[in-house]
T-cell receptor, first 113, second 113 residues
Framework: AQSVAQPEDQVNVAEGNPLTVKCTYS??????LFWYVQYPNRGLQFLLK??????LVKGSYGFEAEFNKSQTSFHLKKPSALVSDSALYFC???????????FGAGTRLTVKP | SQTIHQWPATLVQPVGSPLSLECTVE??????LYWYRQAAGRGLQLLFY??????ISSEVPQNLSASRPQDRQFILSSKKLLLSDSGFYLC????????????FGPGTRLTVL
């Protein structure tokens, strides 16, 4: 069965600095990987996904993520953080022949002015 | 474009009362549909998913049930609520037969007293 680990409960960065939110995964075969963002009392919003192809994936709001097969990681990055990026971030994985998606526990990102 | 609706947005119910949460999707046909529960603003627990009318898969045994009476309608129910049923309930959809991202509704905040 597939699973995702987000090793950091909380990430704090200063506005304008680069940010990284970490994710590692476990799956049989090739993975489909996703990042979502959740603002308070809202549903999850899709940010980006890796299915195949280029290991560096660009998504919404200036976010990007890098797929690293050897390290089974899919870290979320942004070159310059905004205060408005403060939210809860979820990494998710699904196996190619599996219908359901597994989510990590979430990482709370706080960007301070 | 596709949209997903959930109602009610918030609900306060006494222990032992019944529950019915509704989710509808517009702008797509034969979607895969999902119910998740999120406790304490953290990780998502998959409760049920459906690949078609009348087809429900349950991920965890509990006092909740799901039904899909129409192609784009997904209902979460309980005959008798427990305190532990409190949480944030999220409905999601994805394109049938594909392995891409899921799209989430705005959620229902359920408090059982």
């Amino acid at each position: 069965a597939q699973s995702v680990a987000q090793p950091e409960d909380q990430v704090n960065v200063a506005e304008g600095n680069p940010l990284t939110v970490k994710c590692t995964y476990s799956v049989s075969g090739n993975p489909y990987l996703f990042w979502y963002v959740q603002y308070p009392n809202r549903g999850l919003q899709f940010l980006l996904k890796y299915i195949t192809g280029d290991n560096l994936v660009k998504g919404s709001y200036g976010f990007e993520a890098e797929f690293n097969k050897s390290q089974t990681s899919f870290h979320l990055k942004k070159p310059s953080a905004l205060v408005s990026d403060s939210a809860l971030y979820f990494c998710a994985v699904r196996a190619i022949h599996n219908n359901d998606m597994r989510f990590g526990a979430g990482t709370r990102l706080t960007v301070k002015p | 474009s596709q949209t997903i609706h959930q109602w009610p947005a918030t609900l306060v119910q006494p222990v032992g009362s019944p529950l019915s949460l509704e989710c509808t999707v517009e702008g797509t046909s034969n979607p895969n549909l999902y119910w998740y529960r999120q406790a304490a603003g953290r990780g998502l627990q998959l409760l049920f998913y459906s690949v078609g009318i009348g087809q429900i898969s349950s991920e965890v045994p509990q006092n909740l049930s799901a039904s899909r009476p129409q192609d784009r309608q997904f209902i979460l129910s309980s005959k008798k609520l427990l305190l532990s049923d409190s949480g944030f309930y999220l409905c999601a959809w994805s394109v049938s037969g594909a392995y891409g991202e899921q799209f989430f509704g705005p959620g229902t905040r359920l408090t059982v007293l």
